[in-house]
């Protein structure tokens, strides 16, 4: 999704655990899809990427696009990102990673949904080993700057697919991502770390199944307001 300058685009859209979307564009275009299915292994070098980065102008930027990779193993070092694009504003897209083999232990590289700036909110990133169901793997909410104002947040579930099925997903909210929740929901795992990861409930009902995890203190199962 895209922001303008101090005004936020809360229409976020897409699918978590199978993004399909073309970022959205404003002041500048929105990032690609890039959909994969490789029945054996896929390598990203060190200096290599994957990226549906949104597009960049004087006057802000478009958000990240979709990135879906469906591979039996997945090595190497290098980068796998649907970020923002600046000029300031752009929110991150949704990457998701399913194994079909293997699990992460051969992955050394990176994957982020980042919001470029602080005007922005992170996307999300989907990672699945072989023999994890659809949606019950780890979602990853992080960003590398923190926003000007609360209403730059990742929401869960999004704006516009608010039918998606999470509750056998583990989310770690990590970095400065700020997780905003939208509608009563239910989610498997959630894990809170670092001084400035949040979570809004705006006002909503969260309901965590087994555990949530603040900065190492479990708090079991339970629904939280």
């Known amino acids: ?10 229409r976020t859209y897409g699918s978590i655990f199978s993004p399909t979307n073309l970022g ?7 990032g690609g899809a890039i959909l994969l299915s ?11 990427s994957v990226v549906a980065t949104g597009g960049v102008t004087s006057r802000g930027g478009g958000s990240g696009g979709s990135i879906r990779l469906t591979t039996g193993w997945l090595m190497g070092g290098g980068t796998i990102s649907a970020n923002g694009g600046g000029n300031y504003c752009g929110g991150g897209g949704r990457v998701a990673i399913m194994l079909t ?7 050394t590289g990176t994957h982020a949904a980042l919001g ?14 072989a023999g994890t169901g659809m949606g019950q793997g780890m979602v990853i909410v992080s960003n590398s700057v923190a926003p000007a104002a609360g209403v730059y947040l990742t929401h869960v579930p999004p704006m ?7 509750k056998g997903s583990a989310w770690l909210v990590t970095g400065y991502g700020r997780l905003g ?5 239910q989610i498997g795992f959630l894990t809170v770390t ?32």
Do not use: C, H
């Open 1 to 10: 999704w895209n922001n303008a300058p101090g005004s936020p685009n809360l």
């Open 24 to 30: 959205s564009g404003g002041n500048a275009s929105g």
């Open 38 to 48: 490789v029945a054996g292994t896929t390598t990203v070098a060190a200096a290599g």
């Open 101 to 107: 083999q293997g699990d992460f232990a051969a992955w």
């Open 116 to 129: 470029y700036g602080n005007q922005a909110a992170a996307g999300t990133v989907y990672r699945a080993t």
């Open 160 to 166: 516009t697919n608010i039918g998606e099925n999470l």
């Open 181 to 185: 929740v939208t509608t009563n929901v």
């Open 194 to 225: 670092g001084a400035n990861a949040r979570v809004d409930l705006m006002g909503k009902v969260l309901s965590v199944l087994p555990d949530l995890n603040i900065n190492g203190t479990l708090y079991g199962v339970g629904t939280y307001t």
